[in-house]
Nanobody, 122 residues
Framework: QVQLVESGGGLVQTGESLTLSCAASGSIFTINVIGWYRQAPGKQRERVAHITTNGSMYLADSVKGRFTISADNAKNTAYLQMSSLKPEDTAVYFC????????????????WGQGTQVTVSS
């Protein structure tokens, strides 16, 4: 059983910063990729950022230059540092990860966190 637990969401004003954390726990052999999607009311879920096991990163164009993703492999935890936040960043942020639970789990599986609300007031 694998769980992803997010923390760090909240209410901030435009221009302020927040850092989200996503901690993976349970039966983990390797985390192939870990990152965040977000979903604003009435909009489709949008991929925000991810980082792979070898350190490759993806950042959506809408957050480049403002958001940074990093990971602490020893803690199975990823961090999304968000700065210069804008009202359009308001959304529920969901952590996701593609994880192999044991050495013979060749395909791995996708896991999702429960989501954390980020609200940016203007």
């Amino acid at each position: 059983q694998v769980q992803l637990v997010e923390s760090g969401g909240g209410l901030v004003q435009t221009g302020e910063s927040l850092t989200l954390s996503c901690a993976a726990s349970g039966s983990i052999f390797t985390i192939n990729v870990i990152g965040w999607y977000r979903q604003a009311p009435g909009k489709q879920r949008e991929r925000v950022a991810h980082i792979t096991t070898n350190g490759s990163m993806y950042l959506a164009d809408s957050v480049k230059g403002r958001f940074t993703i990093s990971a602490d492999n020893a803690k199975n935890t990823a961090y999304l540092q968000m700065s210069s936040l804008k009202p359009e960043d308001t959304a529920v942020y969901f952590c996701y990860a593609h994880i192999r639970t044991h050495i013979r789990d060749f395909s791995g599986s996708e896991y999702w966190g429960q989501g954390t609300q980020v609200t940016v007031s203007s």
